[in-house]
């Protein structure tokens, strides 16, 4: 897929230029979540969108430092189990109305609105 690129330098225009185009996003080296992202579509600019802008979705964001994909996997068997001896403490952690097959569209804008407007002023 290619050599990495430091996201501070590039813009995804520099280098994803057409539908099939793929590539690997890394987020956070320490839980090392890998992104497989695959272009479907590049379509034209529609006057008066607010972009980036979330199509589509499932499934809530894992909480930060779980632990990569093998540590939110346990930390799913956990709060699904409440005989589990560390379930009250990561409920406490997460927050009890944690639902990992809910996702919010608009929340998901909201959030890349609110990045967008955090990278524009730098």
């Known amino acids: 897929m290619g050599d990495m690129k430091n ?3 590039y813009r ?11 590539f690997i996003y890394e ?9 497989i992202i ?9 006057k008066g969108a607010q972009y980036p802008i979330c ?9 930060e430092d779980v632990g990569g994909v ?8 956990v709060i699904s189990n409440p005989k589990h001896p560390e379930h009250e403490e990561m409920l406490e952690w997460v927050g009890e ?6 996702f919010d569209i608009e929340d998901a804008n909201l959030g890349l609105r609110q990045f ?4 524009r002023m730098k």
């Open 38 to 46: 695959l272009v479907e579509a590049i379509l034209p600019i529609q």
């Open 116 to 119: 967008a407007s955090r990278a």
């Open 55 to 63: 199509l589509e979705g499932k499934r809530a964001c894992p909480p």
């Open 97 to 102: 109305d944690f639902d990992p097959e809910f």
């Open 12 to 22: 995804l225009n520099q280098f994803v230029r057409r539908k099939g185009f793929k």
């Open 27 to 35: 987020y956070d080296f320490g839980d090392s979540w890998e992104h």
């Open 70 to 77: 093998w540590g939110y996997e346990e930390f799913l068997e």
């Open 7 to 9: 996201e501070k330098r």
